[in-house]
Nanobody, 124 residues
Framework: QVQLVESGGGLVQPGGSLRLTCTASGRELRYAVGWFRQAPGRQRQFVGAISWSGDATTYIDPVKDRATISRDNAKNTVYLEMNDLKPEDTAVYYC??????????????????WGQGIQVTVSS
């Protein structure tokens, strides 16, 4: 079993930046890790993902020029950094772990382990 915990959310002004952290416990995080978000009244949306080795990443178009996913396997930790935040980035953000390949990363069903989510609010 892998337990995932997100941290680093909160209130950010438009145009600001944040870094979310996903910390794993229970076992080594030898999985691809994806980030998802869910705004009120909307479906959970894939944001991006990173391979276990860290040499492959993918992002959805609305964030690809503003987001960076990285990981430190020695710390069992994955990061999502976003800049130039917009009100439409407001959502609960989740990290999740998958043993599938890159073609499956965008699909919620590909992930076996999920964090509890953390709120990010972009507002002035």
């Amino acid at each position: 079993q892998v337990q995932l915990v997100e941290s680093g959310g909160g209130l950010v002004q438009p145009g600001g930046s944040l870094r979310l952290t996903c910390t794993a416990s229970g076992r080594e995080l030898r999985y691809a890790v994806g980030w998802f978000r869910q705004a009120p009244g909307r479906q959970r949306q894939f944001v991006g993902a990173i391979s276990w080795s860290g040499d492959a990443t993918t992002y959805i178009d609305p964030v690809k020029d503003r987001a960076t996913i990285s990981r430190d396997n020695a710390k069992n930790t994955v990061y999502l950094e976003m800049n130039d935040l917009k009100p439409e980035d407001t959502a609960v953000y989740y990290c999740a772990a998958s043993d599938r390949g890159p073609t499956s990363w965008a699909h919620i069903s590909s992930y076996s382990y999920w964090g509890q989510g953390i709120q990010v609010t972009v507002s002035s």
